[in-house]
């Protein structure tokens, strides 16, 4: 078993990925949560030297990565979520080759609502809704219901991430108003009795902290709700949009016959894959400086000096 002896076997894997630095011209092993992140941190790789030649190594949780803690350097590094460990300024952070996201997860910087409206023209939406306006009052609405979710994981009790779900609204219904009611009905259906005594220590915590927007609060809830609900809410809107331009087309009498099919089929043609859209969406972030904390990473590691050839 990999991880019953780590002293010993992480020598042994790290030797044997070195081995790799000769073969496939590589000089830095990095560890990760699963294979999905790997694009993302690649990509923030990539800003801090192009001379890094990294080599992934996914070791399925959190947990895992930590067991070696002792053993990272300067040519084997790790490459986490904080989660909430950021908030909670858990002592692994302090470590120079561990770094690790200032959001909840890579998922949260998909999300960077300024990003999310350019996003939405790509993807051929027109809809007024505008995500900037909508995170900026949804602040206020999950500010309590986020800082005892925070509570709760500080205190190994079950989270109540739930209340953060908005995927389930119907197309009709896709705005501003709608949605921010429907967030505070969840909210106030199930933490109708929170305790603000207990919260009081966790505001604390983030005003004291530069790298938390006070003004989108939703890039410390749990990523990958955040992130389905608002590929739930593109996939929708992208729906409707095409929807409405094919029966223009058929009902505007311009196209007749086998011109108007191809016009049709031109525009369905057009419909982008929403989802990898908006899990490659970090690098508007980045290249839109929307998302100061990504910048800090990149300096967190420049500063570590990291490859084996540096």
């Known amino acids: 078993m990999f991880y019953d002896n780590p002293i010993d076997e992480i020598e042994r894997e790290k030797l044997k990925f070195l081995d790799l630095f000769y073969s496939e011209d590589c000089n830095l092993i990095v560890c990760i949560e699963n294979y999905d992140d790997e694009p993302f941190w690649h990509f923030i790789l990539s800003k801090v030297d192009n001379n890094i030649k990294p080599i992934f190594k996914p070791l399925d949780r959190k947990i895992n990565i930590l067991k070696f803690e002792e053993y990272f350097d300067n040519e084997f590094i790790a490459c986490v979520d904080s989660d909430y460990d950021y908030i909670f300024k858990k002592p692994y952070l302090n470590n120079n080759y561990i770094f690790h996201t200032y959001v909840y997860s890579l998922e949260n910087y998909c999300t960077c609502a300024k990003t999310l409206n350019d ?151 057009k419909k982008l894959d929403i989802k990898t859209a908006l899990k490659l969406n970090y690098k508007e972030c980045f290249y839109n400086n929307q998302c100061p904390s990504l910048n800090q990473i990149i300096l967190d590691i420049k500063q570590q000096s990291i490859g084996a050839v540096q």
Do not use: W
Request: aromatic content about 8%; glycine content about 2%.
């Open 119 to 269: 996003l939405k023209t790509s993807c051929n939406i027109s809809s007024s809704l505008d995500f900037e306006s909508l995170f900026e009052k949804m602040t206020p609405i999950i500010k309590d219901a986020l800082l005892y979710d925070i509570y709760l994981k500080d205190n190994n009790q079950e989270c109540q991430r739930e209340v953060f779900k908005f995927n389930n609204i119907a197309i009709e219904n896709i705005n501003e108003e709608y949605i921010l009611n429907t967030i505070q009905e969840n909210i106030s259906l199930q933490l109708s009795n929170i305790n603000q005594e207990l919260l009081l220590n966790y505001q604390n915590i983030i005003n004291e902290d530069l790298h938390i927007n006070e003004n989108f609060l939703h890039l410390y809830i749990e990523g990958h709700i955040i992130f389905d609900s608002i590929l739930n809410l593109l996939d929708k809107l992208q729906n409707k949009s095409i929807t409405c331009k094919i029966n223009n087309i058929k009902n505007s009498g311009d196209y007749l016959g086998v011109r108007q099919g191809y016009k049709i089929n031109e525009l369905r043609n």
